[in-house]
């Protein structure tokens, strides 16, 4: 796991208290229960709190897994460096 | 804070057990995140409590009102935006805007501002009431620029000044300064337009933040400090005044040295407001006495007492001021612009709060007495807080006579034509009794702490009972003094609070309270929640004596044990102290 990743399992662990540190990086909105549209736009305001951006969410449901944040994080990363 | 921090603070208490602290929270907006926050300020602040915040609907502030006013939480917030009092001052409406319809906004606010009103009056008669006025920005509503104020901008925050003046007259209820926030939260940082229209929840992250941190903080009333202890030299006064003498010393502009002034201002201030002001100061007696002789010191040397210049120790000073004063450490503030002198005192008295007073820093020494208004606010002035200092000043004059002449308590109080009155009325509320339940250390049953609405619910049950004792005698009076709380159970009366304040000890006060309540109800038995906590050994110390061996938790006495025991312990004896 590296830093970035590290970074969003601990906004994952904070909005979706119940997630083991495994279950981190599989998690989307279908397989966690408590995933609901309160905890997405939660997870979207800690993401922004935590990388310092500001994420553009026309259709917040497109954030709905681990992964897809976390490569949203990576293009973000990319077009900055 | 930030909004996982607050997470992690709610997910660290999620096992809390204890009694629930429940606040309901009357918005329009959808408080989504600021709900967090809130829960974790409170959390915070209520740390041997799980907090359950409740809210109505979104968009729904007129019938979300409604529900606060027939709530029974324990403590009502109501946060509204602009947007609230006119869904037109918003940006989530298709309404049109023009000139034309300035007036009829200006009547709705005023309509709504009056709901608002009615519903506050309601709810603060049950529990303390909380309430936000509109912290966002007015939208670009008005014709003229922006950087002109109009005439229906100015109306309608006229007609909100109104409102709030009146129902800051309630008593249960606090208003959100709105300097305050201002200072905390820039303007132009608050509003999250995207958030607003994507979700409803219309703040940025930290100013929904800022503001829990303020609604959490008025929610509840902290006990004030008591007690200002402050050195002189480049702290009261610039300059060293062994050295450049009582001419040499100022506090004026054309020394640069106006901050002094300031100080000595709000120094005068808190002492006007029944706040104790000593000095702790390394210097010749004889010469501070000259120098605040001084005509335009800014504070009255009758406000300082005691007045402690010596060489020696400063934890010395400290302690003989906190023995004069009957006080604990924690509730007392040492002001010094030495970090040295700090260390010695912190170190002897870890719980007195140390201030550095930073000299030739003068947006320092503001920011300074912004903190001890924080540390000593309060409020209500009552009138207890008038008389204090003159009384302990008093008290120790008259104290310190029979002491030498090895009075008994017997004649000493007939000596002081010490009178007390007993008054039994549970309304109208009276804010001292639960005032001096909350703060009382020493003297107390059990130690046990009340918010506004548990003590308000605990006495309007018929059953209860609320004593409150005033005393005075030749040297002035200490006012409201004494509080026992309880129930009548048959032929037993159970005591579930018990307190006096420290300033009235060696008074035989808490034998005729027992008197009194024995003679009041009739009954043959009293009987006392009694839990022994860190600091309550003076009334451990009473009990013992009155039932002749320690006290367990819920010790009784019965009415025969107690006036065989009384007698007895009226016999003169020597009087050991104040």
């Known amino acids: ?81 | 804070m930030k909004l996982t921090e607050a997470l992690e603070i709610l997910k660290g208490i999620k096992s809390r057990k204890g009694e629930v602290f429940t606040c309901f929270l009357a918005t329009g907006t959808n408080p989504l995140h600021l709900n967090t926050f809130l829960a974790a300020e409170l959390s915070l602040l209520f740390a041997h409590l799980r907090i359950e915040i409740q809210q109505g609907l979104f968009g729904d502030f007129a019938g979300n009102l409604r529900r606060l006013a027939s709530n029974e939480a324990h403590c009502g917030i109501v946060l509204m935006e602009w947007t609230d009092l006119d869904p037109r001052l918003g940006i989530r409406t298709m309404a049109a805007w023009s000139p034309s319809v300035y007036s009829d906004i200006l009547s709705t606010v005023r309509a709504r501002a009056l709901e608002v009103q009615q519903a506050i009056e309601k709810a603060c008669q049950r529990m303390p009431v909380v309430l936000s006025m509109p912290t966002l920005p007015l939208p670009p509503i008005s014709f003229v620029p922006g950087w002109q104020a109009s005439t229906f901008e100015i109306e309608l925050k006229a007609a909100l000044h109104s409102f709030a003046s009146q129902v800051s007259q309630y008593a249960q209820v606090r208003i959100l300064n709105p300097q305050r926030i201002d200072m905390v939260s820039p303007l132009q940082e608050r509003f999250d337009v995207e958030s607003e229209l994507l979700t409803g929840f219309p703040y940025k992250l930290p100013h929904a933040s800022a503001l829990a941190n303020l609604l959490a903080c008025l929610t509840r009333r902290p006990a004030p400090k008591k007690g200002l202890i402050t050195d002189l030299d480049d702290t009261l006064w610039r300059g060293i005044l062994g050295e450049v003498g009582v001419d040499g010393i100022s506090w004026d502009l054309d020394h640069y040295s106006q901050m002094h002034a300031f100080y000595q201002r709000l120094l005068g201030a808190l002492s006007s407001e029944g706040v104790l002001i000593a000095v702790a100061s390394k210097n010749e007696l004889s010469l501070v006495e000259q120098a605040l002789l001084r005509k335009d010191l800014a504070i009255s040397a009758n406000s300082i007492f005691p007045m402690e210049a010596s060489w020696g120790p400063k934890s010395e000073a400290v302690a003989r001021i906190l023995k004069t004063w009957n006080v604990g450490a924690d509730s007392v503030v040492f002001v010094d612009d030495s970090p040295l002198e700090l260390a010695e005192v912190k170190a002897s008295h870890p719980d007195v709060e140390c201030i550095k007073f930073p000299t030739k820093d003068s947006l320092g020494v503001y920011h300074l007495a912004i903190r001890l208004r924080d540390l000593f606010g309060k409020s209500a002035i009552l009138q207890e807080d008038t008389i204090r200092a003159e009384s302990i000043r008093r008290s120790h004059a008259g104290l310190a006579a029979p002491e030498r002449a090895k009075t008994t308590h017997a004649n000493f109080l007939e000596q002081v034509e010490a009178e007390m009155s007993f008054n039994f009325s549970k309304s109208p509320l009276d804010p001292r009794a639960l005032e001096l339940v909350n703060k009382t250390n020493q003297f107390n049953l059990n130690g046990k702490r009340y918010t506004e609405a548990a003590w308000h619910n605990y006495l309007l049950d018929p059953e209860s009972f609320l004593l409150v004792v005033s005393y005075t005698d030749k040297y002035g009076p200490l006012g409201k003094i004494a509080v026992a709380a309880g129930r009548r159970e048959g032929m037993k009366l159970k005591i579930d609070a018990w307190v006096l304040s420290c300033r009235a000890f060696s008074r035989r006060i808490e034998y005729r309270s027992l008197e009194e309540l024995f003679a009041k109800f009739g009954v043959e038995e009293i009987e006392l929640d009694y839990l022994a906590t860190e600091r309550n050994s003076p009334l451990r110390e009473f009990l013992a004596e009155i039932l002749g061996g320690a006290p367990a938790p819920g010790c009784g006495i019965s009415r025969q044990a107690f006036h065989a025991r009384a007698k007895t312990l009226q016999e003169p004896k020597e009087m050991i102290n104040g």
């Open chain 1, 1 to 81: 796991m590296d830093e970035m990743e590290k970074r969003l399992a601990a906004c994952f662990s904070a909005v979706l208290p119940e997630l083991t540190s495994e279950e981190i990086p599989q998690a989307s909105a279908t397989s966690v229960k408590s995933w609901d549209s309160v905890a997405t736009i939660t997870l979207i305001a800690v993401v922004e709190e935590e990388f310092e951006i500001s994420i553009d969410v026309e259709d917040p449901a497109q954030f709905d897994s681990f992964q897809q944040i976390l490569s949203y994080l990576r293009e973000g990363a990319k077009k900055t460096d």
